[in-house]
């Protein structure tokens, strides 16, 4: 069946920086377009970024864009999200999507706190 494995979350100082990653599996993941969203405590869920099936386009959100790099590896169906500069109110937990199958990962919380 389809999975989505993220990885990668912990708590980090201001100004740091974590790669995430989102291991798929149960679908042919090099044909899909791959997302990874967020949510906070008390917020709703929010769109982080999205990639191409191929990696060739990549989109951001505007409060991460310049920080936040998604990319792929799709000989090991895996999606990533490398978060530079981190601040505070990045703390959300961080879910990997799969739009085409409307399918979510269990999520990674990641706390930004000095």
């Known amino acids: 069946q389809v999975q989505l494995a993220e990885s990668g979350g912990g708590l980090v100082q201001p100004g740091g920086s974590l790669r995430l990653s989102c291991e798929a599996s149960?679908?042919?993941?090099?044909?899909?377009?791959m997302t990874w969203y967020r949510q906070a405590p008390g917020k709703e869920r929010e769109w982080v970024a999205g990639i191409s099936s191929s990696g060739g386009t990549t989109n951001y959100a505007d409060s991460v864009k310049g920080r936040f790099t998604i990319s792929r590896d799709n000989t090991k169906n895996t999606v990533y999200l490398q978060m530079n500069y981190l601040k505070p109110e990045d703390t959300a937990v961080y879910y990997c999507?799969?739009?085409?199958?409307?399918?979510w990962g269990q999520g990674t919380q990641v706390t930004v706190s000095s």
């Open positions: 149960g679908f042919r993941f090099s044909n899909n377009f």
């Open positions: 999507y799969a739009p085409r199958l409307a399918h």
